[in-house]
């Protein structure tokens, strides 16, 4: 198959067919494959907005070329780690931009990808300096890596999912994901408990319902 350009063939291949193209190094990406995949993630934002019910979410195009950035070299360096160690800082760089719903879901788009190659990762060897890298973009962007098991006490849950558009897609993928260690912060548990209703069963029978009043946590 006749790669034309490696950045945004590997983004589709993955999310479209789930599986990844491995090349012989990790090569640089030019102004113009940003450019296309930034007009691709642009598409599909524009198809999930569908599912955020809300249309006054913007696209953050910065957001999206940076996490497709961290998700084309993270595939990349799974694989290609000859001569790599020394530059992973510069190929896995912190998110510079502002940190707010726009960015959270325009980055998610790659972003959600991220966790299976942090497991393959420790799979291989788990103290690869890649995990850290990695797992500290994902507790930054944690919507993304809800089934991992981040540190992430020094959040303030009602703070946090304040916005009803982000609660509703928070707790979706709570639930999708069967993340208990998410569902049983007493605040989270609350808001699942409230969405299920009298439907508990049908999404969840397995959670426990906890009697408890958790409404002056924090947590």
């Not at 991220?114 to 500290?136: F, H, M, R, S, T």
């Not at 006490?153 to 208990?180: A, C, F, G």
Request: with cysteine; hydrophobic share 40%; charged share 30%.
């Amino acid at each position: 198959m006749e790669i034309k350009s490696p950045f945004l063939d590997t983004l589709f291949l993955l999310r479209k067919e789930e599986c990844i193209t491995i090349f012989a190094d990790v090569k640089k990406i030019s102004p113009k494959e940003e450019q296309e995949v930034a007009e691709y993630f642009e598409t599909e934002f524009e198809k999930e907005r569908l599912e955020f019910l809300s249309d006054q979410i913007p696209f953050d195009k910065e957001a999206a070329i940076w996490a497709a950035k961290i998700l084309y070299h993270s595939v990349q360096l799974y694989l290609v780690r000859e001569n790599t160690e020394k530059d992973l800082v510069k190929l896995i760089p912190g998110f510079k931009g502002k940190l707010n719903l726009s960015s959270k879901l325009s980055a998610d788009l790659s972003l959600r990808f991220l966790p299976q190659i942090v497991i393959a990762l420790k799979n291989v060897d788990a103290d690869d300096p890649l995990i850290p890298l990695l797992e500290n973009i994902l507790k930054q962007f944690h919507y993304s890596g809800v089934e991992l098991n981040l540190e992430l006490e020094h959040l303030n849950w009602r703070e946090e999912l304040k916005d009803t558009t982000y609660r509703k897609l928070y707790l979706e993928r709570i639930v999708d994901n069967k993340t208990y260690r998410l569902a049983e912060i007493p605040c989270i548990h609350e808001l699942l408990t409230a969405e299920f209703g009298w439907y508990k069963n049908v999404f969840w029978k397995e959670l426990k319902i906890n009697k408890t009043d958790h409404n002056d946590s924090q947590y």
